[in-house]
């Protein structure tokens, strides 16, 4: 059989990635209520929540008072009474106090999402410039922000390091808002969106009910995150399952308040939103993908791309 130019392109630039996460770290809680305690031994201060020695800052000794404004995993993050941040394993904690006297006042934040202003970014160790770099982040980079201490806001990184930033050099950001790449005005690309975002559902649903599979559920917060993934495909021009600026799909999911028991990502190239769906199941992977039982939600991401047509994100879970 003949294999056409247009088919070769599809071929080419339709792509699938699967893969099943657990043990996921992360930091959840909406409004962390702040409290105080003290370690019970010698016990590693580190700037990611991991036990890769590379994570480890300095040793905090035993009966040291600490500040406890977050948890991520089994480690609490903490502020020692000389206002540097990290986190601490939960086992070496006892909670005890009402107050670290002589630390800075933190204000706890309902978490929210920001991105970074500019590149090479620090994230100190602490509330102002006398602190060193934990690590460096670029422009784009999506942070999720859970307090403050003066004009520095405490950050969590993709990769769960903590620490903090200062005020000025992020951005919030909202999972209710999409940054859109074509010259088209907002309105007119929410109406594309809505109509081919159908379109792609009902061919989906369509092809599980044909296999006797239960129809996925569209859902908003996960659309929200496929379509800031297809607009950055096409803003940054790459066609890649990890983007520069928020990672792998999962990481991406994981920051932008996504949990999930299992997860995939397909993303097409196409000037043709069926045909980019009928490329997927028509190939043995795409299509066992679609058609997995392993999940239950999708997200639909579309963007125009003067490329390919327009670049799909489709995002699949299985919600928890």
Do not use: C
Request: net charge positive; no cysteine.
């Amino acid at each position: 059989m003949k294999v056409t130019k247009k088919q070769l392109l599809i071929m080419y630039f339709t792509m699938l990635m699967l893969i099943l996460l657990s043990n996921i770290f992360g930091y959840s809680d909406k409004n962390y209520k702040p409290k105080y305690g003290i370690t019970t031994a010698n016990v590693n201060f580190r700037k990611t929540a991991t036990l890769d020695n590379s994570s480890i800052i300095q040793i905090v000794k035993k009966n040291s008072k600490i500040k406890i404004v977050g948890e991520i995993s089994n480690f609490y993050i903490v502020q020692l009474t000389n206002n540097q941040v990290g986190l601490i394993s939960k086992s070496y904690v006892k909670i005890s106090g009402s107050s670290l006297q002589g630390a800075y006042v933190y204000e706890n934040y309902a978490k929210y999402f920001a991105t970074i202003n500019g590149s090479n970014t620090n994230v100190r160790g602490g509330p102002s410039t006398n602190f060193k770099s934990y690590t460096k982040l670029q422009k784009g980079n999506i942070v999720q922000v859970i307090g403050k201490i003066n004009n520095f806001n405490m950050i969590i990184t993709q990769n769960n390091t903590v620490g903090m930033i200062r005020s000025d050099l992020i951005t919030k950001t909202s999972l209710t808002q999409s940054n859109n790449t074509s010259n088209n005005s907002s309105n007119t690309n929410l109406n594309i969106n809505n109509t081919n975002i159908t379109t792609i559902l009902n061919l989906i649903n369509n092809a599980r009910v044909k296999n006797n599979l239960s129809k996925l559920t569209l859902n908003t917060a996960l659309t929200n995150v496929a379509q800031i993934k297809a607009d950055d495909m096409v803003k940054n021009n790459y066609f890649s399952h990890t983007s520069p600026n928020y990672g792998s799909p999962f990481t991406m999911m994981q920051s932008l308040g996504i949990s999930y028991k299992s997860a995939g990502e397909n993303i097409a190239g196409n000037s043709n939103i069926t045909n980019a769906v009928n490329s997927w199941l028509n190939s043995s992977t795409h299509k066992k993908n679609l058609l997995s039982k392993s999940f239950n939600n999708l997200g639909i991401g579309i963007s125009k791309s003067n490329t390919y047509g327009y670049v799909i994100v489709v995002m699949l879970i299985q919600t928890k």
